[in-house]
């Protein structure tokens, strides 16, 4: 999260000083319009992050088409190295009750089933995100100098949720995989239990 913070306000002071030589604006007046495009966009964040959330859930069903993850996609997800980055992407799933950064009953269906279903709503609030944090836009009237503002801050909050799209749905392949392997262990389990059920009443 302070890794966040950081960029923020790294990409913050390089946009306002970047307005500020092509402008000829106040570089104060425009780190302060900068900074209510940036809380403009965090209020965005959180509220399609809740929108999401509140969503039924048969809307972050892990086996949707548009949830599932290829073979493929995964083997992208690796060429860009995401085992040594993703546990730096900030995790907020405290606000839900539902923390994803970290297994913590890897033999449970049930639990399994809960971690995809909150990666899937995760998922889809992240996207919304990236696409209508661009209405920042929309405020334009502030001032002439607005829109060389926003549009980067749009452009920077797309590319700090696009990384916990990507993280969200690489984990959701390794689930849905270890999710299979409960599913045939307890079938097995349940094989052997009928079984001796049967034995015993042959006995």
């Given at each position: 999260?302070?890794?966040?913070?950081?960029?923020?306000?790294?990409?913050?002071?390089?946009?306002?000083?970047?307005?500020?030589?092509?402008?000829?604006?106040?570089?104060?007046?425009?780190?302060?319009?900068?900074?209510?495009?940036?809380?403009?966009?965090?209020?965005?964040?959180?509220?399609?992050?809740?929108?999401?959330?509140?969503?039924?859930?048969?809307?972050?069903?892990?086996?949707?088409?548009?949830?599932?993850v290829s073979a493929k996609e995964k083997k992208f997800y690796e060429k860009l190295k995401i085992r040594m980055w993703k546990d730096k992407i900030p995790e907020i799933g405290h606000?839900?009750?539902?923390?994803?950064?970290?297994?913590?009953?890897?033999?449970?269906?049930?639990?399994?089933?809960?971690?995809?279903?909150?990666?899937?709503?995760?998922?889809?609030?992240?996207?919304?995100?990236?696409?209508?944090?661009?209405?920042?836009?929309?405020?334009?009237?502030?001032?002439?100098?607005?829109?060389?503002?926003?549009?980067?801050?749009?452009?920077?909050?797309?590319?700090?949720?696009?990384?916990?799209?990507?993280?969200?749905?690489?984990?959701?392949?390794?689930?849905?995989?270890?999710?299979?392997s409960l599913l045939k262990k307890q079938q097995r389990a349940n094989r052997v239990e009928k079984l001796e059920e049967i034995a015993c009443e042959n006995a």
């Amino acid at each position: 999260m302070i890794l966040y913070l950081l960029i923020i306000f790294g990409c913050s002071l390089v946009i306002s000083a970047s307005v500020c030589l092509w402008s000829g604006v106040n570089f104060l007046v425009l780190l302060g319009y900068t900074a209510i495009a940036v809380v403009f966009e965090i209020l965005v964040d959180g509220l399609f992050a809740t929108i999401a959330r509140l969503l039924p859930a048969k809307c972050a069903d892990h086996t949707k088409k548009i949830y599932c993850v290829s073979a493929k996609e995964k083997k992208f997800y690796e060429k860009l190295k995401i085992r040594m980055w993703k546990d730096k992407i900030p995790e907020i799933g405290h606000f839900t009750g539902f923390r994803k950064n970290k297994l913590v009953d890897p033999q449970s269906v049930e639990y399994v089933d809960r971690f995809l279903l909150e990666s899937c709503y995760g998922e889809l609030g992240h996207f919304l995100s990236l696409f209508f944090g661009f209405t920042v836009l929309l405020l334009y009237p502030i001032s002439w100098v607005w829109i060389p503002l926003a549009i980067p801050v749009a452009i920077v909050n797309f590319f700090l949720n696009l990384p916990s799209i990507l993280v969200l749905r690489y984990n959701s392949y390794k689930l849905v995989v270890l999710k299979k392997s409960l599913l045939k262990k307890q079938q097995r389990a349940n094989r052997v239990e009928k079984l001796e059920e049967i034995a015993c009443e042959n006995a």
